[in-house]
């Protein structure tokens, strides 16, 4: 069975950088695609960023520049380096693993908060 826990959240200033972390384990990491997702509070979940198994990593228009998605298919981890961070980027962000439509895992969530 799959398991993601993600982990790095926390309360920053605007302007100020996070790093997430997601560790992976139960299957053979690299041919899972990795993303990550966010819920604003009483908004839909959106796209973050992606990055496939070999390293193609796409991102949503808003965190375009600003965000890192990258993956370590050694270390099986997955990390999402947030810079220049704005109110807007406030939400639970959700690691997920994804293999076809019909097999994809989700981690817990972890916080994170832009406020000055």
């Known amino acids: 069975q799959v398991r993601l826990v993600e982990s790095g959240g926390g309360l920053v200033q605007p302007g100020g950088s996070l790093t997430l972390s997601c560790d992976f384990s139960?299957?053979?990491?690299?041919?899972?695609?990795m993303k990550w997702y966010r819920q604003a509070p009483g908004k839909q979940y959106e796209l973050v960023a992606s990055i496939s198994g070999i390293g193609n990593a796409n991102y949503a228009d808003s965190v375009k520049g600003r965000f890192t998605i990258s993956r370590d298919n050694v270390q099986n981890t997955v990390s999402l380096q947030m810079n220049n961070l704005e109110p807007d980027d406030t939400a639970i962000y959700y690691c997920?693993?994804?293999?076809?439509?019909?097999?994809?895992?989700w981690g817990q969530g972890t916080q994170v908060t832009v406020s000055s």
């Open positions: 997920n693993a994804h293999f076809t439509v019909k097999i994809e895992y």
């Open positions: 139960g299957s053979r990491f690299s041919v899972y695609d």
